[in-house]
């Protein structure tokens, strides 16, 4: 009988694909985030803000049908009867902010922002429903000059984070140079022809993982996969295929060298010539500044699987080996990317408005930077000062404040219990230095402070609690004036 009363509690359960962050890995963003500012700050640009929730039909990729949003995005109907969905990027927030605000901002508008994005995908290994983007945009001006600066961003946010030239790469193409290609192919640069040229995109955006043979399938007729699943293709002639193909492979080291081939392959058509001009203005702008085919090379395979990109498009890659904990080699791939869309601020306005942007994925830099041992987040835990005596709060919390001024975290023990718990506390917390201090030494204005990770070490070699009880080893009692340089002269 008591049973049926007992109250119904709910399962402790963390949905899928949403992950908890802990103190070590969260210290670890916030290091990579804030190295990715400096550069933005540096360069001039402003910090944005932008809510989670977008009208659905704002965010343009996904929009609600009759009864529910597509799949794709989190959604919700507002006491209005609007769809919300959750943003599932930070660039169309960034387009409704730029239209709603058009007349008010200085224009070129150059912001940074970083936040938590959601897709409602399934989620898997490495694919996560919720995860940190950190972009940076210029909107409002055209031309190659806007992305060659953020292509050098790009760059030098893989050297804030600890990366060294050799170890990534930023790889280069333009959308335009594709369509120039396919110009020559027959195929429509109209809406007619907008959904043939998509898939082109989608199948060369696989070349790393598919290889040409499975591009080219799907450059055609289509491709079926090992599970059976068929992926309707392109439907592209065998000499466009083939043209497409040629246009994927060219080198991607020397820039002059890729820029010659491609006056070659690309001929006289208009979209054509403008993507080799805009390549041609960015290397000219990359090497005045600096920037060496070993930090930014031009790659023709470089597509994005976006369809909102109008020109120039790039990837920051790594290109160092990377272990998993087994010691198997594992490919990370591209770790950001971005490039020019020209008409996502149009679906608003009605005119176009030229804009530029990069993006990358924290946890996913992250990861690499860590199995890399590129970053360096050694925190070192507080001081705990023990309580004995409630009475001296005021004293203790003097104590602290005395440490954080100098730049030494410390924690005052708030919970109950008596010292020994607080001793467990501390040793749990990995802390390596305990003050305490009872009426006692605080009437003679003196302190005891216990270093743990000695005592561990010593623990080892004394044999005997007579041994241990003559030494008192790692403690030692100081002149309350001696706390914050003692402590000092002795943090590992």
């Known amino acids: 009988m008591a049973r049926k009363n007992r109250p119904q509690r709910p399962k402790a359960r963390r949905p899928r694909g949403f992950d908890d962050m802990s103190g070590q890995v969260l210290r670890a963003e916030r290091q990579l985030i804030d190295a990715a500012f400096s550069v933005y700050e540096a360069h001039g640009f402003e ?5 989670a929730f977008e009208y659905a039909d704002a965010l343009g990729k996904f929009l609600p049908d009759e009864d529910r949003p597509n799949t794709g995005v989190f959604a919700l109907r507002d006491d209005d009867e609007q769809w919300l969905s959750l943003r599932y990027d930070l660039t169309a927030p960034l387009a409704r902010f730029v239209a709603e605000n058009f007349n008010d901002l200085v224009i070129p508008y150059r912001r940074y922002q970083v936040g938590s994005v959601y897709r409602n995908e399934k989620p898997g290994p490495g694919r996560f429903r919720q995860f940190m983007q950190c972009d940076a945009d210029s909107v409002g001006v055209p031309g190659a000059v806007a992305d060659a600066e953020m292509i050098m961003m790009a760059a030098e946010i893989m050297e804030a984070a600890g990366l060294e030239t050799g170890q990534y790469a930023v790889r280069v193409n333009n959308r335009k140079l594709l369509d120039g290609i396919l110009e020559r192919s027959e195929i429509p640069l109209t809406d007619d022809g907008l959904e043939q040229r998509l898939r082109v995109l989608r199948a060369i955006d696989k070349l790393d993982r598919l ?4 591009v080219e399938a799907l450059l055609g007729s289509g491709r079926k996969d090992e599970s059976g699943d068929y992926t309707e293709g392109a439907g592209l002639a065998p000499d466009a295929i083939q043209a497409v193909l040629e246009f994927t492979a060219l080198p991607d080291r020397d820039r002059t060298t890729t820029l010659s081939t491609l006056d070659r392959l690309i001929g006289q058509t208009y979209r054509g010539r403008e993507g080799c001009d805009e390549l041609n203005e960015i290397d000219r702008l990359l090497t005045a500044t600096g920037f060496g085919p070993t930090q930014v090379s031009f790659d023709t395979s470089v597509v994005r699987g976006l369809g909102y990109y ?9 290109r160092t080996d990377i272990c998993d904990k087994k010691g198997n080699p594992v490919r990370v791939g591209s770790i950001g990317g971005g490039g020019r869309y020209d008409d996502l601020v149009s679906r608003f ?4 408005v030229p804009a530029t942007g990069f993006s990358f994925g924290v946890s996913r830099f992250l990861s690499a930077l860590e199995r890399l041992h590129a970053l360096k987040t050694k925190v070192l835990p507080p001081v705990l000062i023990c309580t004995f005596d409630r009475g001296l709060m005021p004293e203790y919390f003097q104590l ?6 100098s730049g030494i975290r410390a924690e005052v023990y708030v919970g109950s219990g008596n010292v020994t718990r607080q001793m467990k506390y ?17 009437k003679v204005g003196t302190v ?10 010593m623990a080892r070699v004394i044999q005997s609690n007579e041994e241990w009880k003559s030494t008192r080893p790692a403690q030692e009692t100081i002149p309350q004036a001696r706390l914050v340089n003692y402590i000092r002269d002795r943090l590992l």
Do not use: W
């Not at 005891?448 to 070490?457: H, Q, S, V």
């Open 211 to 214: 290889g040409p043979n499975g």
């Open 310 to 318: 109008t020109g120039p498009v790039f990837e920051a890659e790594l």
């Open 47 to 51: 910090p944005l803000r932008t809510p």
């Open 400 to 405: 602290a404040d005395r440490l954080r001024e």
């Open 349 to 352: 306005r009605g005119q176009t």
């Open 448 to 457: 005891t402070i216990k270093d743990l990770y000695c005592g561990a070490e």
């Open 426 to 442: 501390a040793d749990r917390r990995n802390m390596q230095f305990v003050v305490l201090m009872g009426s006692d030494e605080h």
